[in-house]
């Protein structure tokens, strides 16, 4: 079973030969001898595509699920979807029917092909959604899919943080840690409940990584990197579609053990819900980043509380979200990493949707927090941050273009990295390492 779990649904033979079975697949449910069919089939293949393109515009610009158009790619599998949907049922039911019309003596033939319709539909289905995954990233493995939702152990040690002024270190933890023995080989992952005791934001479990020296008898203060997912998502999205807890135990092993604590909050309540991470009508998700989740990590974790020791980083919403709480707050994040961030926050394509749902209609509410405002009025001289895309991510790579030219203009140095792939979870899990790597010194760990 670990052979299977472990299959990639992204790259390598499953999604080939899956593609290639969907194409046999639809191939039995297009080629016929009736004319009157193929020109049946060619109807449904239109109708299938106007409907996926419309489909698709209307959850964009009538119902906002979504800040951002879909791209082709998805709403050409969507239109494959349905049409096969569509010639799956009229093969299966104009089976059903000759067989009733025409009797027993065609039971071979109808009902057989009226199964087989009924299976080869079923296969283009699965096919399209395992070529849709592909494109986002969120299912990396069929083992990620299937146990999509990791059982976690609850809270973490106890332990009694001294007060922050204490525990505010100005040398690197590299230099304060001796190497002393480490019962785990490896991190343990643990869902915490932050409450919303500033904010009253109400928020699912976060998720908190704890390295190999945090189990350490003469434990070091740690470092601290702040990860937010993107949205839709929740804080486990980190774990099931990237390699996260796998790269930061890969990092604690290179660094006797040492690696920041992890900690991956909510700041959206729901799947379903889109905070933008501000104080809004929405709800007030900066203050729940930057006061109770820093209040809860101080007062629960034994940690360095200096501001120069912790990052801030996320994919999608949550690069935006990292890139919102560097500029509004730097005295508590230096330091962030945003892959394929929002040139601002939005919650439709339509700006004034946004702010009429967010701000009452406010523009200048509006605009008066967000990064580009911010950057182009204040100076952050100790604020350091990666910028990373997809190769193929042409919107969220210009995106990126044009806040790193605001983030030097602002005094931040920055860099900016290009990873294979589009905007897609696949990105943000190839960028991991890097974003260790560009940590590695900032945060103190050599």
Same mark, same amino acid.
């Given at each position: 079973?670990?052979?299977?779990?472990?299959?990639?649904?992204?790259?390598?033979? #499953?999604?080939?030969?899956?593609?290639?079975?969907?194409?046999?697949?639809?191939?039995?449910?297009?080629?016929? +001898?009736?004319?009157?069919?193929?020109?049946?089939?060619?109807?449904?293949?239109?109708?299938?595509?106007?409907?996926?393109?419309?489909? $698709?515009?209307?959850?964009?610009?009538?119902?906002?699920?979504?800040?951002?158009?879909?791209?082709?790619?998805?709403?050409?599998?969507?239109?494959?979807?349905?049409?096969?949907?569509?010639?799956?049922?009229?093969?299966?039911?104009?089976?059903?029917?000759?067989?009733? +019309?025409?009797?027993?003596?065609?039971?071979?033939?109808?009902?057989?092909?009226?199964?087989?319709?009924?299976?080869?539909?079923?296969?283009?289905?699965?096919?399209?959604?395992?070529?849709?995954?592909?494109?986002?990233?969120?299912?990396?493995?069929?083992?990620?899919?299937?146990?999509?939702?990791?059982?976690?152990?609850?809270?973490?040690?106890?332990?009694?943080?001294?007060?922050?002024?204490?525990?505010?270190?100005?040398? /690197?933890?590299?230099?304060?840690?001796? $190497?002393?023995?480490?019962?785990?080989?490896?991190?343990?992952?643990?869902?915490? @409940?932050?409450?919303?005791?500033?904010?009253?934001?109400?928020?699912?479990?976060?998720? %908190?990584?704890?390295?190999?020296?945090?189990?350490?008898?003469?434990?070091?203060?740690?470092?601290?990197?702040?990860?937010?997912?993107?949205?839709?998502?929740? /804080?486990?999205?980190?774990?099931?579609?990237?390699?996260?807890?796998?790269?930061?135990?890969?990092?604690?092993?290179?660094?006797?053990?040492?690696?920041?604590?992890?900690?991956?909050?909510?700041?959206? @309540?729901?799947?379903?819900?889109?905070?933008?991470?501000?104080?809004?009508?929405?709800?007030?998700?900066?203050?729940?980043?930057?006061?109770?989740? /820093? !209040?809860?990590?101080?007062?629960?974790?034994?940690?360095?509380?200096?501001p120069a020791h912790w990052a801030v980083g996320g994919?999608?919403?949550? @690069?935006?979200?990292?890139?919102?709480?560097?500029?509004?707050?730097?005295?508590?994040?230096?330091?962030?990493?945003?892959?394929?961030? !929002?040139?601002?926050?939005?919650?439709?394509?339509?700006?004034?949707?946004?702010?009429?749902?967010?701000?009452?209609?406010?523009?200048?509410? #509006?605009?008066?927090?967000?990064?580009?405002?911010?950057?182009?009025?204040?100076?952050?001289?100790?604020?350091?941050?990666? #910028?990373?895309?997809?190769?193929?991510?042409?919107?969220?790579?210009?995106?990126?273009?044009?806040?790193?030219?605001?983030?030097?203009?602002?005094?931040?140095?920055?860099?900016r990295e290009s990873f294979p792939g589009g905007h897609?979870?696949? %990105?943000?899990?190839?960028?991991?390492?890097?974003?260790?790597?560009?940590? !590695?010194? +900032?945060?103190?760990?050599?």
């Open positions: 079973m670990n052979f299977v779990y472990g299959l990639s649904l992204l790259t390598g033979p #499953f999604p080939t030969i899956a593609l290639v079975l969907g194409t046999v697949a639809l191939a039995f449910l297009v080629v016929r +001898r009736s004319v009157k069919w193929w020109f049946f089939a060619l109807a449904c293949a239109a109708f299938a595509a106007v409907l996926s393109f419309a489909g $698709g515009w209307a959850v964009i610009h009538l119902w906002y699920w979504w800040p951002e158009e879909l791209p082709n790619t998805v709403l050409l599998y969507v239109g494959i979807t349905l049409w096969a949907v569509i010639l799956g049922c009229a093969t299966a039911v104009d089976g059903l029917m000759r067989h009733r +019309r025409l009797g027993a003596g065609t039971l071979h033939t109808s009902v057989l092909r009226s199964t087989a319709a009924v299976v080869a539909m079923a296969l283009v289905v699965t096919v399209c959604a395992v070529q849709i995954n592909a494109y986002f990233g969120q299912y990396p493995t069929i083992g990620s899919l299937i146990q999509s939702a990791p059982v976690l152990t609850q809270g973490v040690p106890d332990s009694a943080p001294a007060e922050n002024s204490q525990r505010f270190m100005k040398t /690197p933890v590299r230099s304060r840690w001796t $190497g002393a023995d480490a019962p785990n080989a490896q991190g343990e992952v643990r869902s915490v @409940g932050i409450a919303g005791k500033f904010s009253g934001f109400h928020a699912r479990n976060a998720v %908190v990584y704890l390295p190999p020296a945090y189990f350490s008898p003469q434990r070091p203060l740690l470092p601290v990197l702040i990860l937010v997912s993107g949205q839709p998502g929740s /804080p486990e999205s980190w774990l099931s579609a990237t390699n996260l807890k796998y790269d930061l135990d890969l990092f604690a092993a290179t660094h006797d053990g040492l690696a920041p604590v992890v900690v991956i909050p909510d700041p959206n @309540g729901s799947d379903e819900a889109n905070t933008m991470c501000m104080n809004s009508d929405l709800g007030q998700s900066d203050s729940y980043m930057a006061k109770d989740v /820093p !209040e809860w990590i101080n007062s629960h974790l034994e940690v360095d509380s200096n994919f999608s919403y949550g @690069g935006t979200c990292a890139l919102q709480m560097v500029t509004r707050h730097p005295d508590i994040f230096r330091s962030f990493v945003a892959i394929s961030p !929002e040139r601002e926050p939005a919650l439709a394509v339509n700006r004034q949707v946004t702010i009429d749902k967010a701000f009452n209609g406010n523009a200048a509410a #509006f605009d008066a927090i967000l990064p580009l405002t911010l950057l182009g009025i204040n100076k952050y001289p100790d604020v350091q941050g990666l #910028f990373a895309s997809g190769h193929s991510d042409a919107l969220y790579s210009e995106n990126i273009t044009v806040l790193e030219e605001a983030a030097r203009k602002a005094g931040i140095v920055s860099t897609s979870w696949a %990105v943000a899990n190839a960028a991991l390492p890097s974003a260790l790597s560009f940590l !590695e010194g +900032r945060l103190g760990f050599k």
